[in-house]
C-alpha cells in the first residue's frame, strides 16, 4: 500500500522558504516516481516538479531556479525545497506517486498519471 502524507506548508512573507516533506510508509517507495503539484482556489491542478526514481529530476518553468526537489529512499520521503516564494506561489500543495519507468518530463505533469496523492499541505505566501 502507498499512503502519501504532505507536511510542512505554513504562512510565510514574499521571499522567505518553506520545505515540504512527502513521506510513504509504504514498501514500494523506492519505485515511485513522485510529483508536487499545486491548486489554487478557482485554478485547475497544475504541476510544480517531480523526482524520478534514479533522482532526475522535471520542474515547471515558473519554479526554475527558485524550487529543488529532493529524497531519500532511506527515509521513504521525498522533499520540496521552495526559496524566493511569492504570492502566486500560495496554493495547496499536494504530493502524488506513480509507479512507471521511463516516462517523459510531460507525462509527469499530468496529473492523470499518478495512482497515488496525498490529503494536501496549505501554502500562503503574503505580499
Known amino acids: 500500500q502507498v499512503q502519501l502524507t504532505e507536511s510542512g506548508g505554513g504562512l510565510v512573507q514574499a521571499g522567505d522558504s518553506l520545505r515540504l516533506s512527502c513521506a510513504d510508509s509504504?514498501?514500494?517507495?523506492?519505485?515511485?516516481?513522485v510529483g508536487w503539484f499545486r491548486q489554487a482556489p478557482g485554478h485547475e491542478r497544475e504541476f510544480v516538479g517531480a523526482?524520478?526514481?534514479?533522482?532526475?529530476?522535471s520542474s515547471t518553468d515558473a519554479v526554475k531556479g527558485r524550487f529543488t526537489i529532493s529524497r531519500d529512499n532511506a527515509k521513504n520521503t521525498v522533499w520540496l525545497q521552495m526559496n524566493s516564494l511569492k504570492p502566486e506561489d500560495s496554493a495547496i500543495y499536494y504530493c502524488?506517486?506513480?509507479?512507471?519507468?521511463?516516462?517523459?518530463?510531460?507525462?509527469?505533469?499530468?496529473?492523470?498519471?499518478?495512482?497515488?496523492w496525498g490529503q494536501g499541505t496549505q501554502v500562503t505566501v503574503s505580499s
Open positions: 502524488a506517486g506513480l509507479r512507471e519507468f521511463g516516462v517523459s518530463d510531460y507525462s509527469l505533469s499530468q496529473p492523470s498519471m499518478y495512482s497515488y
Open positions: 509504504g514498501p514500494i517507495f523506492d519505485y515511485l516516481t
Open positions: 523526482i524520478r526514481r534514479d533522482g532526475s529530476t
